[in-house]
């Protein structure tokens, strides 16, 4: 394979939250696809930007779920080398997974049930610029992505809640403060976390930081 910007010897970054798991993906890349992984990482910031010291052609994310510090990571790559390929590697296949992954900007999108040579199909489909979906999962993950540039619309309640769950406060305490009851609050709560796509409070409070709704 050759890299996207001519390099006789592709440049392929890996990143995944798990060290060990990276070093076992590495591993299984060179014995198996005669693939070596260049550079590998986490999602932090600090360990990203060290890592795209190396001009990577094609990165390959291990995760499972878009969490914002996958989001954040991949946005962080796009915007420092544009020309790199992302090609995600998830054991994400129901719809609405899926949908969830059109958070995230990428190039390729391959199930790990599909085995080595749906990965090695992947990879040289991103080495030569060209995209690639493990069957059934392009449709709802370009659904996700054109709903990624809607600004989700929140209720009056919902944007009152935000901050106050994203600086740590508890839901019961919110409710106390919002002057509603905690089954109220927890509804609101419920649908906040449903129109932004986020799971836990960690995720909202990194959305609120980025989003400027809070202070770091």
Same mark, same amino acid.
């Given at each position: 394979?050759?890299?996207?910007?001519?390099?006789?010897?592709?440049?392929?970054?890996?990143m995944?939250?798990s060290?060990?798991?990276?070093?076992?993906?590495?591993?299984?890349?060179?014995?198996?696809?005669?693939?070596?992984?260049?550079?590998?990482?986490?999602?932090?910031?600090?360990?990203?930007?060290t890592?795209m010291?190396?001009?990577?052609?094609v990165?390959?994310?291990?995760?499972d779920?878009?969490?914002?510090?996958?989001?954040?990571?991949?946005?962080?790559?796009?915007? @420092? !080398?544009?020309? $790199?390929?992302?090609l995600?590697? &998830?054991?994400?296949v129901?719809p609405?997974?899926?949908? *969830?992954?059109? /958070?995230c900007?990428?190039?390729a999108?391959v199930?790990?049930?599909?085995?080595?040579?749906?990965?090695?199909?992947?990879?040289?489909?991103?080495?030569?610029?060209?995209?690639?979906?493990?069957?059934?999962?392009?449709?709802?993950?370009?659904?996700?992505?054109?709903?990624?540039?809607?600004?989700?619309?929140?209720?009056?309640?919902?944007?009152?809640?935000?901050?106050?769950?994203?600086?740590?406060?508890? @839901? !019961?305490?919110? $409710?106390?403060?919002?002057?509603? &009851?905690y089954?109220?609050?927890?509804?609101y709560?419920? *649908?906040?976390? /449903?129109?932004?796509?986020i799971?836990?409070?960690?995720?909202?409070?990194?959305y609120?930081?980025?989003?400027?709704?809070?202070?770091?």
């Open positions: 394979m050759q890299g996207a910007n001519g390099k006789s010897e592709p440049v392929l970054y890996l995944g939250r060290a060990l798991d990276r070093l076992a993906l590495k591993c299984l890349l060179r014995s198996e696809l005669r693939c070596e992984v260049t550079v590998d990482s986490d999602f932090t910031p600090t360990s990203v930007w890592a010291r190396a001009r990577p052609d990165v390959l994310v291990n995760a779920h878009p969490a914002i510090e996958v989001v954040d990571a991949v946005e962080m790559i796009t915007r @420092l !080398r544009p020309e $790199a390929r992302i995600v590697l &998830s054991a994400a129901e609405h997974q899926l949908e *969830s992954w059109g /958070r900007p990428l190039h999108y199930v790990k049930d599909g085995g080595l040579e749906e990965l090695r199909s992947g990879l040289e489909a991103a080495f030569a610029n060209r995209p690639y979906f493990s069957p059934g999962t392009r449709a709802p993950i370009e659904r996700g992505a054109a709903r990624r540039h809607r600004t989700p619309v929140l209720s009056r309640r919902e944007a009152e809640l935000l901050p106050l769950l994203a600086r740590g406060m508890t @839901l !019961r305490d919110a $409710a106390q403060q919002m002057l509603v &009851s089954k109220t609050a927890d509804s709560r419920t *649908s906040l976390l /449903r129109k932004l796509g799971r836990d409070r960690v995720e909202l409070a990194r609120a930081i980025r989003e400027r709704i809070i202070d770091p």
